[in-house]
């Protein structure tokens, strides 16, 4: 019988004629497994992977949700465990992203900040301290 191991990849939803996506390589070092475009060269889904950790980034089609953009919020946070939490924060931010809550450690055990990328999704980067 073989093993069949359960991974959560979330799709993020970007702006329909997005052309760019190399936030995601700058900031987090992220690796692009594929990459598929529409005619006029916008980005219709792309595979990327953090670590080993697969996300996907799919451009609005109606009846499949909206992006943090149009919708002006967003309704998850995408939690991002590493090593040294400052380092990728600050490689973050120095590729686009923006300060939502400085780098902090709780009480209850976690070093955490919180970004907003440029395509409006929230990132928590964190570890346990």
Not at 45 to 58: K, Q, R, S, W
Not at 86 to 97: K, L, P, W
Request: hydrophobic share 40%.
């Amino acid at each position: 019988m073989s093993k069949t191991q359960t991974v959560f990849a979330p799709l993020l939803k970007i702006e329909n004629g997005i052309t760019d996506i190399s936030f995601y390589k700058r900031a987090f070092n992220a690796s692009e497994h594929f990459c598929f475009t529409n005619d006029d060269g916008s980005i219709h889904v792309a595979e990327l992977d953090i670590d080993g950790a697969i996300f996907h980034l799919h451009e609005q089609m109606p009846g499949s949700g909206s992006c943090p953009h149009k919708l002006n919020d967003t309704t998850v946070t995408i939690g991002l465990f590493t090593e040294n939490v400052h380092a990728v924060f600050d490689r973050a931010v120095a590729a686009g992203a923006t300060i939502m809550n400085p780098v902090t450690d709780y009480e209850y055990g976690y070093r955490q900040g919180d970004l907003k990328d440029p395509f409006g999704h929230i990132w928590t980067i964190q570890k346990v301290i």
